[in-house]
């Protein structure tokens, strides 16, 4: 399996930016799909972001449609999510995830491929 490596959250107030990375490692990153979920405390994990083997197709949920932006290098085996105007709300533990097709991501299905060990997000007020 593809081992992942997500960073870049942090406290950021509320309308501010923060672009989160993930880097992998162990197998071909071109091989897969790459995507973002999020967990907030006592809530599921959900699907957030995902973008296609070579970057073409890129998907997001409704709640930060053109809010984010997602993309891959797949030359430096990185994956990132640009996260501007936020909110409140999008404070939660973010985890970057690596399967080999789209559809059970986008659809939030979390029991699939490998995942990064999540990194902070908090939006204040």
């Known amino acids: 399996q593809v081992q992942l490596v997500d960073a870049g959250g942090g406290l950021v107030q509320a309308g501010g930016s923060l672009r989160l990375s993930c880097a992998a490692s162990?197998?071909?990153?071109?091989?897969?799909?790459m995507g973002w979920f999020r967990q907030a405390p006592g809530k599921e994990r959900e699907f957030v972001a995902a973008?296609?083997?070579?970057?073409?197709?890129?998907y997001y949920a409704d709640s930060v449609k053109g809010r984010f932006a997602i993309s891959r290098d797949n030359a430096k085996n990185t994956a990132y999510l640009q996260m501007n105007s936020l909110k409140p709300e999008d404070t939660a533990v973010y985890y970057c995830n690596a399967r080999s097709e789209i559809a059970t991501m986008t659809l939030g299905l979390p029991n699939y491929g490998s995942w990064g060990q999540g990194t902070q997000v908090t939006v204040s007020s």
């Open positions: 973008i296609s083997w070579g970057g073409g197709s890129t």
């Open positions: 162990g197998r071909t990153f071109s091989n897969y799909v």
